[in-house]
């Protein structure tokens, strides 16, 4: 298919929120077993703002992560997170997503250490699809969203910028 055949088939997109998380502790390194190198962090709070929604990101979710090494010693990793997010209004939000990284080799090792300032995101790629679940009726409209975003890591987590796809 050429590029052409796309015609008026675009994406568009618009913020929806943005979610900082908070995440405490050590990540639980598993090691390098027979298929992967999996890593697991626990969420422990944090909040999201936008538009239509804000609140706060409750404890207990948490990020099952998953690297291996690309032929230019790139970090390539993948991740499933959930977490439950409660609106200012009381609504309950489940909200589950996967992900990709790609942090270069040079900025590895900051990237990696929870001691060091920000490390300036335009080194590395974190990507995200979220996928939004509630039974609140204020927010059902979440239930159809398709989402994407892009992450950003702090001293104290991760920032993710998420985007409704219309």
């Known amino acids: 298919m050429s590029q052409s055949e796309f015609g008026s088939r675009s994406l ?36 999201f703002e936008g538009a239509r929604l804000k609140g706060d990101i409750l404890p207990g979710g948490g990020n099952w992560s998953e ?47 929870p001691a060091q300032p920000d490390v300036d995101p335009s080194r590395y790629l974190i990507r995200i699809a979220p996928v939004f679940e509630t039974a609140d009726p204020r927010y059902l409209w979440l239930n159809a969203v398709m989402s994407i975003g892009c992450g950003e890591r702090t001293t104290t987590g991760i920032n993710h910028f998420i985007y409704a796809i219309t």
């Not at 997109?13 to 390098?32: D, H, K, R, T």
């Not at 609106?87 to 090792?109: E, H, K, M, N």
Request: one cysteine or more; aromatic letters at 10%; charged letters at 25%.
């Open 12 to 47: 568009k997109s618009e913020p929806l929120c943005v979610a900082a998380f908070e995440v405490a502790g050590e990540i639980m390194a598993m090691g390098q077993s027979p298929w992967r190198n999996r890593r697991i962090g626990y969420i422990t709070g944090g909040r």
């Open 67 to 113: 690297s291996g090494e690309g032929p230019d010693g790139a970090a390539i990793g993948a991740f499933d997170a959930r977490s439950v997010w409660k609106t200012d209004d009381g609504a309950l939000i489940y909200v589950t997503y996967s992900g990709r990284t790609l942090i270069p080799p040079d900025v590895g090792a900051a990237f990696r250490d």
